[in-house]
């Protein structure tokens, strides 16, 4: 019999969203007929943009001919997808990414989920606790943990406790670590990071020579000025960081499926006798041994994003989801709740009232009013006590789950 990974063992239970639809549809089962509201999962609702549709069709077009036809095409991505993103997503911004520094994907929680790979087993990663279940475990399957204990923490992982009264800011470590995760806008809390607190960690790690994960992927929803979009706006964060972005949260992909990441050339890791190793060059061999690019099709809709048309459109749809944030942390702000978020982020982040655990709030929610949300507890031990609603749903829903939970509560 085939021995198994025994790291996959140590999981403390079932993917987050998995079990809230377990729980989902064990209640639908239960009470067939009752219309149950979505603002749980951060899936998009609003179809692809006009722009983007026509891009789509016109890659779907170029390969139904042979003088158009594209077979395998770069692993990278293609050369105009990725000097669009290079000029509009950070030449834009004042941020130098050079654009065979971009890997194109199908997705950015793989490649947050596979980015791990490049670094030694033995290296000592740092998360912010509440945080996006996939940071922690992608670490798990791959053994660099330990068991998890009763709350849910893993041995040999560094957890940086983010509190109402930081803001859900993470605080700098308090010893060396070798690689963290941040992300900003934050999914759960919906909190940022501005340019103070990047500026802080961008000089820590360049003191400890440690590496950043910066997840980027709702930095579409900011909305207030001042507030970086790539934390390669701050200097010298090209020598320590390496940015995640996405499109489907940013243009709709979550169907069509289509991210990338940056590794400047600039940024250096080390072997066991610590010399210098790119780490740019170790992700592109990995990359391109076990990727074969995203599709030809996805990458002309993504592309169509960054023309006049299209960033107008996308911008609409980013700004529906916003007016939906913006109603669902009033609405629970005039009832009496506890909220964060919503502001610069299309995720609410609440306090569970009268005492109850996330998933007792959960439960009241799904089995009083008919909606369903995360429990915050799902993202890490300082998740307890606090729950997440996302905004992307459509209006008329958001409106009625608002009047379900005002009657409850």
């Given at each position: 019999m085939?021995r ?7 999981l403390?239970?079932?993917y987050?969203?998995?079990?809230i ?11 067939p007929?009752e219309?149950i ?13 006009p ?8 890659g ?8 158009s036809?594209?077979?395998y ?14 000029r509009a997503?950070?030449?834009?911004r004042?941020?130098?990414?050079e654009?065979?520094e ?6 950015s ?5 596979n980015?791990?790979?490049?670094f030694?087993?033995d290296s000592v ?6 945080v ?10 791959a ?7 009763e ?9 940086l ?13 308090d ?5 963290v995760?941040?992300?900003?806008p ?7 990071l501005?340019?103070a607190?990047l ?6 790690a ?7 994960l910066f997840?980027?992927?709702?930095e ?7 507030v ?11 020598e ?12 709709g992909f ?6 990338y990441l940056v590794?400047p050339?600039?940024?250096k890791?080390?072997?066991a006798?610590?010399k210098e190793v ?21 990458q002309k809709?993504?592309a169509?994003?960054?023309t ?6 996308v ?6 989801y ?19 978020g ?5 995720y ?7 005492g109850?655990g996330?998933w007792?709030?959960?439960?009241e929610l799904?089995?009083?009013?008919q909606?369903v949300?995360t429990p915050?507890a799902?993202?890490?031990a300082?998740?307890e006590?606090w729950?997440?609603l ?5 209006r008329?829903?958001v409106?009625?789950?608002?009047e379900?939970?005002?009657r409850?509560?």
């Open positions: 085939a198994v990974n025994e790291n996959f063992l140590k403390k239970s079932g987050l969203f998995p079990e639809g377990r729980r989902v549809t064990a209640y639908a089962a239960a009470h007929g219309r509201l979505r603002l749980g999962i951060g899936d998009v609702v609003r179809a692809l943009p722009t983007v549709i026509r891009a789509f069709h016109e779907v077009e170029d390969l139904a001919r042979d003088e036809f594209k077979g095409g770069p692993e990278q991505g293609y050369a105009f997808l990725r000097e669009a993103a290079a997503d950070f030449a834009a004042g941020a130098r990414v654009a065979d971009i890997f194109v994907s199908d997705g929680k793989c490649d947050c989920a980015i791990q790979e490049i030694s087993l990663l740092a998360v912010s606790d509440p996006y279940p996939v940071y922690v475990d992608s670490n798990v399957m053994g660099r943990t330990g068991p998890a204990d709350s849910g923490r893993y041995a040999g992982l560094v957890y406790r983010c509190t109402e009264a930081s803001g859900f800011r993470p605080p700098l470590p010893h060396h670590v070798d690689f995760w941040l992300c900003s934050n999914n759960p809390t919906g909190s940022v501005r340019r607190d500026e802080a960690w961008v000089s820590w360049r003191r400890e020579k440690a590496v950043l997840d980027a992927a709702y579409s929803y900011i909305r207030e000025e001042g970086p979009h790539s934390i390669y706006e701050i200097p010298g964060a090209r320590v960081a390496i940015e995640f972005r996405s499109y489907s949260k940013t243009a979550t169907g069509a499926r289509c991210a590794i050339k600039d940024l890791g080390c072997d006798a610590g790119s780490l740019h060059s170790l992700w592109n061999r990995r990359h391109s041994t076990k990727f074969n690019g995203a599709s030809y099709p996805v809709a993504a169509a994003i960054y006049p048309e299209g960033r107008h459109e911008r609409a749809i980013a700004d529906f916003m007016e939906n944030a913006s109603l669902i942390r009033a609405g629970l702000q005039k009832r009496g709740f506890t909220v964060y919503g502001d610069n982020a299309p609410i982040w609440l306090k569970t009232p009268k109850l996330s007792e709030f959960f439960d799904l089995n009083r009013a909606v949300g915050g799902g993202f890490g300082a998740g006590g729950f997440r996302s905004s992307f749903a459509q008329t829903t409106i009625e789950a608002l379900r939970i005002g409850v509560f």
